[in-house]
């Protein structure tokens, strides 16, 4: 079955460490997205990507990065530097049809919490 | 600045219709999606508007105006399985989405 797949489902940092979220796509999707979804505050953009090898920041981009080396590939690493990573994460990804993006389909989210 | 509007909660009983509304301020304007969440789990995408008016699909609706900034989600025969958030999104100049804080539908038996 062809989707978006996030690993782990939940995840635990500890003060001070970087972690990395996985997601994985076999839809042939062009472009990818990450967002954090916080309790009252909808989806707020991180990250996102059109094509390989870039990417642009969000309006939340501050203590996270991201890659893009594959197609099928954006993990995102949420870094030290970012002071309150408890949120639910979300990566979409959406094809391109005639220079438009299609709508965003979205993986089943990342729980992150700090011990 | 980039603002979208939507009732925070709304409340509905088995069988009845309702209508969600979403209004707009955007930079751009690439078309209006609506997607549904149930708690914990990935927004799945319900409609798409890019041109004024009504787009129907089963027991959902949606409808655009882009004159007036405004969108609804037009919920029939409601199930309780339609207990959800909802959520409008805009896409501006780029390709990502912006999205509105969602509004939380509870259905009564």
């Known amino acids: 079955d062809g989707g978006i797949t996030q690993s782990p489902k939940y995840l635990f940092r500890k003060e001070g460490q970087n972690v990395t979220l996985s997601c994985e796509q076999n839809l042939n999707h062009d472009a990818m997205y990450w967002y954090r979804q916080d309790p009252g505050q909808g989806l707020r953009l991180i990250y996102y990507s059109q094509i390989v090898n870039d990417f642009q920041k969000g309006d939340i981009a501050e203590g996270y990065s991201v890659s893009r080396e594959k197609k099928e590939s954006f993990p995102l690493t949420v870094t030290s530097a970012q002071k309150n990573p408890t949120a639910f994460y979300l990566c979409?990804?959406?094809?391109?049809?005639?220079?438009?993006?299609?709508?965003?389909?979205f993986g089943d989210g990342t729980r992150l919490s700090i011990l | 600045g980039q603002n979208i509007d939507q009732p925070t909660e709304m409340t509905a009983t088995e069988g009845a219709i309702v209508q969600i509304n979403c209004t707009y301020q955007t930079s751009g304007f690439n078309g209006l999606f609506w997607y549904q969440q149930h708690a914990g789990e990935a927004p799945t995408f319900l409609s798409y508007n890019v041109l004024d008016g009504l787009e129907e699909k089963g027991r959902f609706s949606s409808f655009l105006s882009r004159s007036k900034g405004y969108s609804y989600l037009l919920l029939k025969e409601l199930q309780m399985k339609d207990s959800a958030s909802y959520l409008c999104?805009?896409?501006?100049?780029?390709?990502?989405?912006?999205f509105g804080k969602g509004t939380t539908l509870s259905v009564s038996s």
């Open positions: 979409a990804s959406s094809p391109r049809t005639g220079g438009f993006f299609q709508p965003q389909h």
């Open positions: 999104a805009v896409r501006d100049t780029g390709t990502a989405l912006i």
